[in-house]
């Protein structure tokens, strides 16, 4: 139903729950909305400090019993940002109460999981969205219209590395995003699902894989106190049980060959988020490490000038920068956040589809464990294809 405000539930209030509720605050005051997101409750398992935040980041209430937040006839939208693992709960729970849902990446732990929510929220009749935030960088928003209007023609290659060096440190501790009851997996979902996602947005569908996995460091000092990425050493160690890198080939539906890799261990890669394209007519190569800046190759160009231009995704007919700055004026990781509640506000506010959605979701989950299966064999595995 066409509303004019959008009451908002936060699961989580970290490293994601900043981000979003950044989000939350400034997006009625950049854009034009359809409907005034609410801040209304922000939820944790610690009562103590998610009160804290709440005041801090001006949610207007704080609860340590999400179900019962959630449940309230004051929450229009619930917006899953805790671990893999209870991702399935909340959104299923969510779904039964008749709420939008706006989930974290990767959808869930697992490929089953995933359609579970799928069904759910398709069968309660809401809005859901997940959050493969990179799609809302301009300059990527800008290569979807440029591969759309056929700028660099068939794609033949689809280059994809995310590479980060947070784990390189053996004394690093063990947090959540190292075990895999709560994470599912290491670099593989955690990084390698983005990569995936950006893949598909811009090149179609993945239909085979192989690949492989390894982790290096299999023990790291205990867990003592974690926030975000960050934590402190406890007593003891603790088994490492994800990955510390993934690595696969890939057949795409339409005739391209990619691949990906993803890994925690790449000292002075920081989040060097990339992707490279290759087509019959030129070539387009993103980082994140310069998140504004679109390298663009064509074989239109005159012979004598051809080579990578350097396009800036600044100006005021880019893809949502026109609502930030002034031309030529740098955005930054927050904005992409801001951007992509823009869209879903504007989606559940209007009636329309949110994109990337639960089937967005399940789709990425279906070719990281399409990537698990060709692991065991040995050989390559199709991706099951998720209606
Ligand atoms: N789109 C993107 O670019 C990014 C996505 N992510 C994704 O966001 C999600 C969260 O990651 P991140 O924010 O980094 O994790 P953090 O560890 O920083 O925060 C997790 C939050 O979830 C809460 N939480 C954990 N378990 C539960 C539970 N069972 N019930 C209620 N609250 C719970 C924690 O609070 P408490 O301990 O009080 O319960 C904490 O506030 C993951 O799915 C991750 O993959 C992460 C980074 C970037
Ligand atoms: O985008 C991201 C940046 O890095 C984080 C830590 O590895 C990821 O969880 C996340 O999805």
Request: charged letters at 25%.
């Amino acid at each position: 139903m066409p509303q004019d405000t959008l009451n908002v539930a936060l699961i989580g209030y970290k490293f994601m729950g900043k981000a979003h509720s950044q989000a939350w605050l400034k997006v009625g005051k950049f854009f034009d909305l359809d409907a005034q997101p609410v801040m209304k409750v922000v939820c944790g398992r610690d009562g103590a400090a998610v009160g804290e935040f709440a005041e801090r980041w001006g949610w207007e209430n704080s609860s340590d019993n999400w179900q019962e937040a959630i449940a309230s006839d004051d929450v229009d939208l619930v917006d899953i940002s805790t671990p893999g693992a209870s991702h399935c709960e909340m959104a299923l729970a969510a779904a039964a109460a008749s709420k939008h849902v706006f989930c974290e990446k990767p959808l869930a732990n697992s490929l089953e999981e995933s359609k579970q929510m799928l069904a759910a929220v398709r069968k309660a009749g809401v809005k859901h969205m997940v959050n493969f935030s990179y799609r809302r960088c301009p300059a990527i928003s800008l290569a979807k219209q440029m591969i759309d209007a056929g700028e660099i023609g068939e794609i033949r290659h689809v280059r994809c590395t995310y590479l980060q060096d947070w784990l390189v440190d053996p004394d690093f501790p063990m947090n959540w995003r190292m075990r895999a009851e709560s994470a599912g997996s290491g670099a593989h979902g955690d990084l390698g699902a983005h990569s995936i996602d950006m893949a598909r947005y811009l090149a179609g569908e993945i239909d085979e894989v192989v690949g492989t996995k390894k982790t290096f460091i299999t023990e790291r000092p205990a867990e003592g106190t974690s926030d975000g990425l960050t934590a402190t050493a406890g007593e003891g160690t603790e088994k490492v049980t994800v990955d510390d890198a993934s690595l696969f080939l890939a057949k795409f539906a339409g005739g391209a060959l990619g691949s990906f890799e993803a890994t925690r261990l790449a000292p002075g890669r920081k989040n060097h988020n990339r992707i490279e394209i290759n087509g019959s007519k030129g070539s387009l190569v993103w980082c994140f490490e310069s998140l504004n800046e679109l390298e663009f190759y064509s074989t239109s160009d005159p012979g004598t000038q051809q080579g990578f231009r350097k396009i800036l995704a600044t100006e005021g007919d880019h893809p949502y920068a026109g609502s930030w700055w002034p031309p030529g004026h740098m955005l930054g990781y927050d904005h992409t956040f801001t951007n992509v509640v823009y869209d879903l506000t504007q989606c559940i506010a209007s009636g329309k589809d949110c994109s990337p959605d639960f089937q967005d979701g399940a789709q990425c989950s279906a070719v990281l464990e399409a990537v698990n299966d060709s692991e065991k064999s040995g050989s390559w595995a199709k991706v099951e294809q998720i209606a």
